[in-house]
C-alpha cells in the first residue's frame, strides 16, 4: 500500500481514519512463520484489531476471544468457531452457555474455581465434550494459582465430558528480553514435566503468549530476525512434546495500520510551532504513556519538496494538554491541510483509546486488499452514546 492509496482513502472516507492493509497482513503471517519453529501454531488476540479476525481466520490456527462483543463480532465474520480460544477473566453467562450451545468446538480457557464449575457444569447438563485450557496464572489476577489448578486438574480428569488440552499463559506484552522469555518457558516446562510426573496428566498443548514486541518509536528499532531466533532457540530447548501456540495480537496486528489525521489549525506560541489534528491519543494508543517523547513512525503523505525543516508539535483535539501525538518533529513545509501518516498502527489504536471523551465521532476504517479499498466502518457519531435516549427508561426509585 502505498501513499497515492492512503491519499484516496482519506478523499474516500475522511480524516481522521485507519487504513488496514490486508495484504501486509498476510504477509506478516508468513514471515512470522517462517522465522518460528514450524511446528508452532499461532493463535491471533482479536482485542489487538477485531476488524482483521475475518481476514485472518483462514491464515492462523485460532482466534483468541476475551469479550461477548469479540465473539459476535467473530461469530458474525463467520469465522471457525473450532478455532476460538474462548478466554477472559469474567466470562458472561452468553459467552459460555449460549455459545456452547450454539456451537460447542470452542475450546475455553479456565481462570478460577468458579468459572471452572460453571464450564462443567454447561457441558454435563448438554451432555457435550468441551475442550479446556486452564490458566496459569503469571501472578495478577489472570488465571490460576498452582494449587488451584492442579485441584481443577484432578477433577476434570474424573470427568470424560472434559478434555483438558494443556495449559495457557501469558505474562505481559511488548516483552523485549529473551532471557526472560527462556526462563518464563523452561519454567513452564518443568511445570508441565511436573503435572505429568504427580498426577499422570500429560498435557497436550500450550498456548503462550510470548508478548512479541513490536518497533514503534525511531530510536527504539531491535533486529526482529534476531528476536525470533531467540524465541525459536528457546521454544526448541524445551522438552515439553505437545503442540506450542503462540498467541498474538500486536506482532500480528501493528505493521499492516496506518493512522491517517489531518492538520487542522497552526499556531506558534513562545517560538514553537503547533499544529493541530483532527486525531489525538485516544484514537492513537501505541504502548504506554510515552509516546509523545519518541517519534514515532510517521510521515507527510504529500511531502513539500524543497520546503525548510521546521520543529512542530504535533497535538490532537481534545481538550486535555495530554493530546499531545509527538514532540519536536521535523517536518518540511507542514500547514494546515496536511494529512500525517503513522504507520504501524493495526494494534489496539482502533479499540483501546477513549473513545467517547469529547465526544468526537469514531474514526472511518477502510480495508485494502487485492487493490482495493473497502469502508469497513463509516465515520460514526459517538453523540448519542453521550445522550439521555430518546425513550428513557425509569427505573424506579425508593423514597423514604
Ligand atoms: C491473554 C492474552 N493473550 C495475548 C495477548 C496479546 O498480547 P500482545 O499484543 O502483546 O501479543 C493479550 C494482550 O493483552 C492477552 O491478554
Not at 18 to 39: G, W
Not at 76 to 101: A, W
Not at 185 to 191: C, F, G, H, P, R
Amino acid at each position: 500500500m502505498n501513499d497515492q492509496i492512503l491519499a484516496k482513502a482519506a478523499a474516500f472516507a475522511g480524516t481522521s481514519c485507519y487504513v488496514f492493509d490486508l495484504d501486509m497482513l498476510k504477509e506478516r503471517i508468513t514471515y512470522l512463520r517462517t522465522h518460528l519453529p514450524e511446528d508452532v501454531a499461532l493463535c491471533y488476540a482479536v482485542k489487538a484489531n477485531p476488524f482483521l479476525a475475518g481476514a485472518l481466520d483462514p491464515v492462523v490456527d485460532r482466534l483468541e476471544i476475551c469479550s461477548p462483543g469479540e465473539l459476535a463480532i467473530c461469530n458474525r465474520l463467520h469465522c471457525t468457531s473450532g478455532n476460538y480460544v474462548i478466554s477472559g477473566v469474567y466470562k458472561t453467562p452468553e459467552v459460555m452457555h449460549d455459545q456452547f450451545y450454539r456451537s460447542g468446538n470452542e475450546i475455553y480457557t479456565v481462570e478460577s474455581l468458579a468459572q471452572y464449575e460453571r464450564l462443567k457444569e454447561i457441558a454435563l447438563s448438554a451432555e457435550k465434550p468441551m475442550r479446556l485450557l486452564i490458566r496459569l496464572t503469571s501472578g495478577n489476577q489472570f488465571g490460576l494459582a498452582k494449587h488451584d489448578l492442579e485441584a481443577v486438574l484432578v477433577d476434570a480428569m474424573q470427568e470424560p465430558l472434559l478434555h483438558v488440552l494443556g495449559l495457557q499463559f501469558f505474562s505481559g506484552t511488548q516483552k523485549t528480553s529473551i532471557k526472560r522469555l527462556k526462563k518464563e518457558l523452561s519454567e513452564l516446562d518443568a511445570y508441565l514435566a511436573e503435572l505429568k510426573e504427580r498426577f499422570g496428566y500429560e498435557a497436550e498443548e500450550l498456548e503462550y503468549g510470548a508478548g512479541l514486541p513490536v518497533s514503534y518509536f525511531q530510536r527504539d528499532a531491535y533486529d526482529e530476525d534476531a528476536h525470533l531466533a531467540g524465541v525459536s532457540e528457546a521454544l526448541n530447548a524445551m522438552t515439553f512434546a505437545g503442540k506450542i501456540t503462540l498467541e498474538l495480537g500486536r506482532a500480528i496486528a501493528a505493521s499492516c495500520g496506518t493512522y491517517l489525521t489531518k492538520v487542522v489549525d497552526e499556531k506558534t506560541i513562545d517560538g514553537q510551532k503547533f499544529a493541530i489534528t483532527d486525531g489525538g491519543i485516544h484514537q492513537l494508543t501505541y504502548y504506554g504513556q510515552f509516546m509523545a517523547m519518541k517519534h514515532p513512525y510517521v510521515h507527510l503523505l504529500t511531502p513539500h519538496h524543497g520546503a525548510q525543516e521546521e520543529e512542530w508539535t504535533i497535538f490532537g483535539s481534545l481538550c486535555t494538554i495530554n493530546d499531545i501525538l509527538i514532540k519536536r518533529i521535523p517536518f518540511a513545509g507542514l500547514r494546515t491541510g496536511d494529512i500525517l501518516a503513522f504507520e504501524r498502527a493495526g494494534a489496539y489504536c482502533v479499540t483501546e483509546g477513549i473513545a467517547l471523551f469529547l465526544s468526537i465521532d469514531l474514526p472511518a476504517v477502510v480495508l485494502y486488499e487485492n487493490g482495493a479499498l473497502t469502508l469497513a466502518r463509516n465515520n460514526t457519531p459517538t453523540d448519542g452514546l453521550n445522550t439521555p435516549g430518546d425513550a428513557p427508561l425509569t427505573i424506579a426509585s425508593e423514597t423514604r
